[in-house]
């Protein structure tokens, strides 16, 4: 059985502030559901909006960029538990928060989140790849591709379909905000870069581009390339 680690966004769980995509997620469900005789799915979720409302609110009283990402941490850890609260007994109990412990999973859902100050969940996708010996994520965003530039403020933005990881690091660079909104952010891209890990970048609001992947066919999407 193949195993994949899937980079939920956390901005397709929790698109705006106080909106939960429960239809999206209903879908999502029954998609891997679908695979489940072919896949073992590792899935770290994202904080989304509901992390970026908090830190946003946060910096109006000047906390730490410590407290900043455990409130990042605890928005990833909410919104995993309500995605597995959706699955039920079918995925593992537990939700996975440090991706370093190597243990013995039956179950072929399992959820991890959010870890500690300094790892994105990027970052514990990687290291959970690791950690599970994966050497492919699959990072579910909100944009169809990876672009050479910001589409959202330059109308000459192009499409990349396949790039290494250093041609990403000349655009996204390579410093850690909390609460920056990356494709995939530089701290798991640095640990996937040294570990020589492929992402897919896919839209996750495209399921049908979803399915594409899991069934090897040509996909809407960027290819990172070790």
Same mark, same amino acid.
């Given at each position: 059985m193949?195993?994949?680690?899937? %980079? +939920?966004g956390?901005s ?10 429960l239809?999206? /997620?209903?879908?999502f469900?029954?998609?891997?559901l ?8 590792f &899935?770290?979720?994202?904080?989304? @909006? ?8 946060a ?5 730490s960029d410590?407290?900043l990402d455990w +409130?990042? &941490?605890?928005? %990833?850890?909410l919104n995993a538990?309500?995605?597995? %609260? +959706?699955?039920?007994?079918i995925?593992?109990?537990? &939700?996975?928060?440090?991706p ?6 039956k179950?072929?859902i399992v959820?991890?989140?959010g870890?500690k100050?300094g $790892?994105?969940?990027?970052y514990?996708s ?5 950690t ?7 990072n /579910?965003?909100?944009i169809?591709?990876i672009y050479?530039?910001d589409?959202?403020k330059f109308?000459?933005?192009k499409?990349?379909?396949?790039i %290494? ?8 660079g390579? @410093? $850690?905000?909390?609460g920056?909104?990356y !494709?995939?952010? !530089? ?7 040294k570990l020589?890990?492929?992402v897919?970048? &896919?839209d996750g609001?495209? +399921?049908r581009a979803v399915?594409?992947? /899991?069934t090897?066919?040509?996909i809407?999407?960027t290819?990172?390339r070790?």
């Open positions: 193949k195993k994949i680690v899937v %980079s +939920l956390g397709l769980v929790v698109p705006e502030k106080g909106f939960i995509n239809n999206y /997620l209903k879908r469900k029954r998609l891997i679908k695979f489940l005789k072919r896949f073992r799915f &899935i770290v979720v994202g904080g989304g @909006k509901l992390a970026r409302f908090y830190q946003s609110e910096r109006k009283i000047k906390v410590n407290d +409130l990042g &941490i605890f928005s %990833s850890r538990q309500f995605v597995k %609260s +959706l699955f039920g007994k995925a593992h109990s537990e &939700i996975i928060v440090n370093e412990e190597k243990r013995k999973i179950e072929r959820f991890a989140a870890s100050p $790892w994105s969940t990027d514990v990687v290291s959970l790849a690791k599970f010996t994966v050497n492919e994520i699959l /579910l965003t909100n169809d591709y050479n530039k589409p959202r109308k000459d933005a499409p990349l379909k396949e %290494s990881w250093d041609e990403y690091f000349k655009i996204i390579e @410093k $850690w905000i909390p920056g909104n !494709p995939f952010d !530089p701290v798991g891209a640095n640990l996937a870069k020589k890990i492929k897919v970048s &896919i609001k495209n +399921l399915e594409n992947y /899991l090897g066919k040509k809407i999407g290819i990172i070790p």
